[in-house]
């Protein structure tokens, strides 16, 4: 008896151990909320809630946003976008300039910059980083450890030695002057150059770490305006404000902690209590929950996306204009974006968004769907009673179709009224993007686009240029590709808006991916956070960004 | 004993082998390669094509299931495809935090199952027993999606209470370095009380959303095996010889019974030791679940098979350890 007597005391005394342990437990989330606002170490710590992890920290090697957005925080570009814009400017380069042939860029580098190990940037420090991506041979890239740097390959055509690489050399004319010399005119050079993925690292940093640069436990090495501290797997990537920034007064938040939380409800949650200052990506189908906190503002991104429905010509029935045109006029993209969008989209007959309207045809207008226009049309081509289609549906949710299977089921609804019977698929994602592209590919199916670099060409030349039909059957038309080309060697921007809008006008009179939404990509922050200006391109510094 | 543990450590082979080739033939009958994920949308058949030959993906099956095989044996589980991250680093970070989980998981299941079972199997029939096996079918029954939510929101945004997801706070975590990467014991081992305080208030809503289901299951099995020992014959003479009551309950009753209940504490605690990926997906929790869900998902074949067979050898080694139990709860279980 005396034994279960002491057995009782030692379990109420461990109770009473661990109450006592826990007994500020109310007050520490309350604590992490309060000093990182009020203390003084933690005043200038911005948390920011990211939609997963980083893949690495290695400028040129990802093209997840996940990873972009952090590499966005160490390094710089030659040249940036001016916030909230698709417009260039300065950077690591003071200005550029392009031949008269259009085919050699140089940029002047800006003096005086270092890197965050305190070695110089400079020409051989731009040389270094362009050669490893470039040369497959390059012994500075590492492809012997599965490095890949394909976005290279995506963006500028091939690697060094491929007869589609567009750049032919690479010239370091002084300890400030670069020169990219290409095969062709390519318009859309520094735009490219400029995008996210091609941050400049520092060339000491990367031979010391070797393969593993970039990586949890390794270095990452920019001239950005935060410090790579620590990166704890699965968890977050924690930087410090670089005090010797060449952009003088920024960045103005001394920490800046990069939290991954995958779930958009989770991520949401910790907004609302305050264990992160602001999150992208967000669902818009929860807004109105943020906008019911008054803690809480709402951040949209402006639209630099297209979300399509993609005809298949290889298919005989949507081989003929008329019918890709029928489905065209039967669905009701207005009311399908306002319910499944409400604000945060917007429909337009252009294949690239309003940002670029510079480049839009003006004789293209929003029309009404109209079903006995579209039986007309489907009449001419020989299918009266209508035909059987397999519509494809993502699997995934995505910024341009947040929930893939109702829009396909809208998109059904719609069709059906004309008579075409729609049979709806899916399966996983990793074998949806693939099969897509396996003759003779899905006859309809919903997939979308947000564009590398600011420019035109970046929603174009992947969708219908050479090699970026095959999932449409091998669609082609010459003229499209001749414009295309034209719109890459023309280097006045009135004259290239004109060139594009004569292929907007092609590709709505073709219909082979008809464009449903621009949407913006819903952000959100607390409302104590200041001047923070979304980027079209995904992903922005957050140099300007500080916590009131 | 010696000669049992080794003999079953022995069978762990032919096991794991099979678990290797099955994890390696299921990963690649499911449609879809790493190439294609890290091209994304755009790229040709011709990037993809040559993408794949860089990562080793174009060999013949057979030859890319012996080459993993001879590194596991050697302890190379290799890199990332996605990543390039080493796997064995990637488990030595991630599980810590599993297991900090799951064993806090299994003490809210083990302190509020068991004594729910007890009551529940001597007030049998009676309110409290229908009240605690209805709840623990709900518990059963609940998804733990929209239960970690309704943590999160109530106790998280509403309550204030305690912190919505992750393993410490902003600022802790600044000063903190771990030593074995248990934050609990790091941080009692630095005597570190504001922190201990910090990282267990972060542990708690995971483990009630995670302990919920073997809370019932093991309350359910405790009910059932206490039922069937206390109507035994020594029971009553227990009770007529005049032994308190709690005595023969605990005494003579939940010991008898505990056999099943060892053996589904000890299942319990193996599955949960695999990763919970929605609980860890939800609290942001940074453990080997969700870490080989997304491996799945990014087709990342070294993540999955690399995290499927530590998984699995420490499922099969917690339930050794259960085996081995039996002797000490019931001497007269011997191994030969």
């Known amino acids: 008896m005396i034994d279960y007597k002491r057995r009782r005391l030692f379990f109420l005394g461990a109770v009473c151990a661990i109450a006592l342990l826990l007994n500020n437990c109310k007050s520490a989330p309350n604590s992490d909320r309060t000093t990182t606002t009020t203390s003084p170490t933690n005043q200038q710590v911005l948390v920011y809630g990211s939609g997963g992890s980083p893949v690495n920290l290695e400028p040129g090697n990802i093209t997840d946003g996940n990873s972009l957005i952090v ?3 160490i390094y710089d570009r030659l040249l940036e976008f001016k916030p909230g814009t698709t417009d260039l400017q300065p950077s690591l380069a003071t200005s550029w300039s392009v031949s008269a042939d259009g085919k050699t860029w140089t940029f002047k580098l800006r003096p005086g910059v270092k890197f965050h190990d305190g070695t110089n940037f400079d020409a051989q420090a731009v ?16 492809r012997n450890a599965g490095k890949s740097y394909e976005i290279w390959q995506q963006i500028f055509g091939g690697f060094k030695g491929d007869p589609n690489s567009l750049l032919q050399n690479f010239v370091v004319v002084d300890k400030s002057t670069v020169q990219f010399v290409l095969k062709q005119p390519f318009a859309a050079f520094p735009a490219a150059i400029g995008s996210g993925f091609f941050g400049i690292a520092s060339p000491t940093a990367i031979k010391k770490a070797g393969a593993n640069y970039g990586t949890p436990n390794a270095l990452a090495v920019g001239t950005g305006p935060f410090i790579f501290k620590e990166w704890r797997t699965g968890d977050r990537v924690t930087l410090a404000k670089n005090p010797n920034y060449w952009q003088k007064g920024l960045p103005k938040t001394n920490q800046l902690v990069i939290r991954f939380v995958n779930d958009p409800a989770a991520r949401l949650a910790q907004l609302r209590a305050g264990q992160i200052d602001f999150t992208v990506d967000l669902a818009p189908d929860q807004i109105k929950e943020i906008q019911s906190d008054p803690n809480l503002v709402a951040v949209p991104r402006p639209s630099f996306n297209v979300g399509y429905l993609a005809l298949n010509t290889s298919y005989k029935p949507l081989a003929d204009v008329r ?20 604000d945060l989209g917007e429909t337009s007959p252009h294949f690239i968004p309003s940002i670029l309207s510079w480049a839009q045809s003006k004789n293209l207008t929003k029309t009404a769907p109209n079903p006995q226009k579209a039986k007309e049309l489907l009449t001419q081509a020989g299918y ?6 397999e519509l494809w549906y993502m699997p995934v949710s995505r910024p341009y179709f947040p929930t893939p299977k109702p829009i396909a089921e809208a998109f059904a609804a719609d069709l059906s009224a004309i008579g075409i019977r729609v049979k709806l698929n899916t399966k996983d994602w990793a074998a949806y993007i693939a099969d897509r592209k396996k003759s003779p590919g899905f006859q309809a199916f919903m997939l979308g686009w947000t564009a590398d670099y600011g420019d035109p060409d970046s929603f174009y030349y992947p969708h219908f240029g050479p090699g970026g039909t095959v999932d449409i059957g091998n669609w082609k038309n010459d003229q499209v590709i001749q414009l295309l080309n034209q719109g890459r060697a023309t280097g006045n921007q009135a004259a290239r808006g004109k060139i594009y809008a004569q292929i907007d006008e092609i590709l709505h009179q073709e219909a082979v991916r008809l464009p449903i939404v621009h949407s913006q990509p819903l952000l959100t922050k607390r409302k104590n956070i200041e001047g923070w200006i979304p980027s079209p391109l995904g992903s922005e510094n957050f140099t300007r960004i500080e916590k009131k | 004993m010696f000669k049992y543990i080794l003999k079953r450590l022995l069978n762990l082979l032919p096991v794991l082998i099979g678990i290797t080739l099955l994890v390696f033939t299921l990963l690649h009958l499911i449609p879809g390669d790493p190439a294609v994920v890290l091209l994304g949308e755009i790229a040709t058949p011709e990037q993809i094509e040559s993408l794949r030959q860089q990562l080793g993906l174009n060999q013949p099956l057979p030859i890319q299931y012996f080459h993993f095989l001879f590194n596991v044996i050697r302890f190379d589980f290799g890199k990332s495809i ?4 080493p796997i064995i680093d990637e488990i030595t970070t991630r ?19 068991i004594p729910a079972g007890i009551f529940a199997a001597v007030r049998k029939n009676s309110w409290l027993d229908n009240l605690l096996m209805s709840s623990s079918l709900i518990g059963v029954s609940l998804p733990v999606y929209w239960l970690g939510l309704l943590l999160i929101y109530l106790f998280a945004v509403n309550l ?11 600022d802790v975590g600044f000063n903190f370095k771990p030593i074995t990467g248990f934050f609990v014991l790091d941080s009692l081992l630095k005597l570190d009380i504001k922190t201990s305080q910090d990282v267990l208030s972060h542990l708690i809503l995971p483990a009630i959303t995670l302990g919920t289901i073997p809370l019932a299951i093991i309350a359910r099995i405790t009910r059932s095996a206490m039922l069937e020992v206390l109507s035994q014959d020594y029971i009553r003479t227990a009770r007529a010889k005049g032994v308190p009551e709690y005595f023969v309950i605990l005494k003579h009753g939940l010991k008898n019974a505990f056999l099943p209940i060892n053996t589904t504490i000890g299942l319990q605690f193996g599955t949960l030791l695999g990763g919970a990926i929605l609980t860890e997906t939800i609290f942001s929790w940074p453990g080997i679940g969700s870490w080989i869900y997304e491996g799945i998902l990014a087709r990342d074949y070294p993540v999955v098979q690399g995290g ?8 099969v080694l917690i339930n050794l350890l259960v085996d081995l139990s039996y002797t000490f709860l019931d001497p007269r279980i011997q191994y030969k």
């Open chain 1, 71 to 73: 590499q966005q925080q």
């Open chain 1, 127 to 142: 040389k270094f980083n362009v050669e490893r991506w470039w040369d497959a041979k390059n012994p500075n890239g590492y």
């Open chain 1, 323 to 342: 019918v890709r045109q029928a489905i065209d006029l039967a669905i009701n993209k207005q009311q399908i974006v306002q319910a499944f969008w409400g």
């Open chain 1, 384 to 389: 009266p009673n209508g035909f059987d289609l």
């Open chain 2, 82 to 85: 996605i990543s390039g991250i």
């Open chain 2, 95 to 113: 599980w810590p935090a599993t297991f900090e989980l799951s064993v806090a998981a299994m003490l809210i299941a083990l302190i509020l199952g």
């Open chain 2, 160 to 170: 204030q209470w305690l912190p919505p997801s992750g393993r410490i706070s902003v």
């Open chain 2, 308 to 315: 499927v067979i530590f998984v699995s050898v420490t499922f």
